[in-house]
């Protein structure tokens, strides 16, 4: 079935784009924090004192990137899997990558398709066909120096609401299903690439939110099985649920700084403000939640021996 034949079947056709959602700044308290650190307190003027430790995540959401596989560095007989950005030409940690998929990937399952899931239910799918409002994701063992042979990329978990499933169109109308996480994952739920070979497949995801798909690659090297780590690739499936904006318990770090971490809405902002008698609070300056905790560091006070702290 071609990729125009598959969009024209009823009800595989995408809704119309979502109207597009404008990250702001959370009202009320949100979170609410009291830190018995001794004797604590926070300057009052001057720059806002919050450091974040660590870069948010970058994302991805309509270019041509590969899940890319490479030797590790040498003398570890592993494989590693990176997230090659062809518009950057650059390759990207799959830790510090998040892969946006919009709305506008979202597809109704219709009769005849069930091996994918329910007729009528939801998948958002990245397809194997480039369209510009999606990622046009591929799979590369291009330039890796092994001896001619077949990698197997196994699924190992999924962490997130949604299931798994991939597939190509077999040319007479069917579908080769390579990975199906509904019914369980199994040695069976695999894609089979050949080295120097570059392929898509198209990937369905079953419902909204943050989906965190854990893959391992496995290789003959040297004559033994050589074995990536496992190694999650992030999903951020739109619209993403919000969440409430949290703050951990700060702890000290330092004799002059202490940490808290913060967790809400990816790309959603709050305000951090700090009290003494939570009366007159002090704001610290605005904060973006990533996929990832934030770890916000802070000057340790030196007057109060109690501190709170918010979001607002």
Same mark, same amino acid.
């Given at each position: 079935?071609?990729?125009?034949?598959?969009?024209?079947?009823?009800?595989?056709?995408?809704?119309?784009?979502?109207?597009?959602?404008?990250?702001?700044?959370?009202?009320?308290?949100?979170?609410?924090?009291?830190?018995?650190?001794?004797?604590?307190?926070?300057?009052?003027?001057?720059?806002?004192?919050?450091?974040?430790?660590?870069?948010?995540?970058?994302?991805?959401?309509?270019?041509?990137?590969?899940?890319?596989?490479?030797?590790?560095?040498?003398?570890?007989?592993?494989?590693?899997?990176?997230?090659?950005?062809?518009?950057?030409?650059?390759?990207?940690?799959?830790?510090?990558?998040?892969?946006?998929?919009?709305?506008?990937?979202?597809?109704?399952?219709?009769?005849?398709?069930?091996?994918?899931?329910?007729?009528?239910?939801?998948?958002?799918?990245?397809?194997?066909?480039?369209?510009?409002?999606?990622?046009?994701?591929?799979?590369?063992?291009?330039?890796?120096?092994?001896?001619?042979?077949?990698?197997?990329?196994?699924?190992?978990?999924?962490?997130?609401?949604?299931?798994?499933?991939?597939?190509?169109?077999?040319?007479?109308?069917?579908? +080769? =299903?390579?990975?199906?996480?509904? /019914?369980?994952?199994?040695?069976?739920?695999? #894609?089979?690439? %050949? $080295?120097? &070979?570059?392929?898509?497949?198209?990937?369905?995801?079953?419902?909204?939110?943050?989906?965190?798909?854990?893959?391992?690659?496995?290789?003959?090297?040297?004559?033994?099985?050589?074995?990536?780590?496992?190694?999650?690739?992030?999903?951020?499936?739109?619209?993403?649920?919000?969440?409430?904006?949290?703050?951990?318990?700060?702890?000290?770090?330092?004799?002059?700084?202490?940490?808290?971490?913060?967790?809400?809405?990816?790309?959603?902002?709050?305000?951090?403000?700090?009290?003494?008698?939570?009366?007159?609070?002090? +704001? =610290?300056?605005?904060?973006?939640? /990533?996929?990832?905790?934030?770890?916000?560091? #802070?000057?340790? %006070? $030196?007057? &109060?021996?109690?501190?709170?702290?918010?979001?607002?």
């Amino acid at each position: 079935m071609t990729p125009e034949t598959q969009a024209s079947r009823q009800g595989l056709r995408p809704p119309p784009p979502a109207a597009t959602r404008r990250p702001g700044v959370a009202t009320g308290w949100r979170s609410l924090v009291a830190a018995v650190l001794g004797v604590l307190s926070l300057p009052a003027v001057g720059a806002p004192p919050v450091l974040r430790v660590g870069e948010p995540r970058h994302m991805l959401s309509n270019e041509h990137v590969d899940l890319k596989l490479a030797l590790a560095p040498e003398g570890t007989n592993l494989l590693q899997l990176v997230i090659r950005d062809h518009l950057r030409s650059t390759n990207r940690a799959v830790l510090q990558t998040a892969i946006r998929v919009p709305e506008a990937a979202r597809l109704s399952i219709p009769e005849g398709f069930e091996s994918l899931g329910p007729a009528g239910s939801d998948l958002w799918v990245l397809p194997a066909s480039q369209d510009p409002r999606l990622l046009y994701l591929g799979l590369s063992t291009e330039g890796l120096a092994l001896p001619s042979q077949t990698l197997d990329l196994f699924v190992r978990r999924i962490d997130g609401p949604a299931h798994l499933c991939i597939w190509q169109f077999d040319g007479a109308g069917g579908l +080769s =299903l390579s990975v199906q996480s509904r /019914d369980g994952l199994t040695e069976s739920d695999r #894609l089979q690439l %050949p $080295v120097g &070979s570059h392929a898509h497949h198209n990937l369905g995801l079953s419902a909204s939110g943050v989906t965190t798909v854990w893959l391992q690659a496995r290789a003959t090297v040297g004559g033994t099985n050589a074995w990536s780590p496992e190694t999650p690739i992030l999903f951020s499936v739109e619209p993403v649920p919000e969440t409430p904006f949290r703050l951990g318990t700060p702890r000290r770090v330092s004799a002059d700084s202490l940490e808290v971490t913060l967790t809400g809405t990816p790309g959603h902002t709050t305000r951090l403000e700090t009290s003494t008698n939570l009366v007159e609070w002090e +704001s =610290l300056g605005p904060v973006t939640a /990533d996929f990832d905790p934030v770890v916000l560091t #802070l000057p340790a %006070p $030196v007057a &109060s021996p109690t501190r709170f702290f918010r979001t607002r």
